[in-house]
């Protein structure tokens, strides 16, 4: 069974930075097809973020993200990262790890991030 376990979150100012870690278990995210970001702000759907396959080819992003968060993964500790910068308000939301794997669908239980002055 995977799991994922996220942390990192937090109150930063706009302007900041945070790096969220996603620590996955029972799996290898070597053979992972995907991992990746996704968040939920109140009232909204959740949405996926960034994203990066397997082959580590060309991580996608949300044109909300684009430029301003980066995903990285470190298979040697099976952990997947999202470092984002230049925060914004609208930014705030629970950032969940995401992975799908063997045709399922597998999230974390999610981390706040909230972006206020």
């Known amino acids: 069974q995977v799991q994922l376990v996220e942390s990192g979150g937090g109150l930063v100012q706009p302007g900041g930075s945070l790096r969220l870690s996603c620590a996955v278990s029972?799996?290898?995210?070597?053979?992972?097809?995907?991992i990746g970001w996704g968040r939920q702000a109140p009232g909204k759907e959740r949405e996926l973020a960034a994203s990066i396959t397997s082959g580590d080819i060309a991580p996608w992003y949300a044109d909300s993200v684009k430029g301003r968060f980066s995903i990285s993964r470190d298979n040697a500790k099976n952990a997947v990262f999202l470092q984002m910068n230049s925060l914004k308000p609208e930014d705030t939301a629970v950032y969940y790890c995401?992975?799908?794997?063997?045709?399922?669908?597998?999230w974390g239980q999610g981390t706040q991030v909230t972006v206020s002055s």
């Open positions: 995401w992975t799908r794997h063997n045709g399922d669908n597998y």
């Open positions: 029972g799996s290898s995210i070597f053979s992972m097809n995907v």
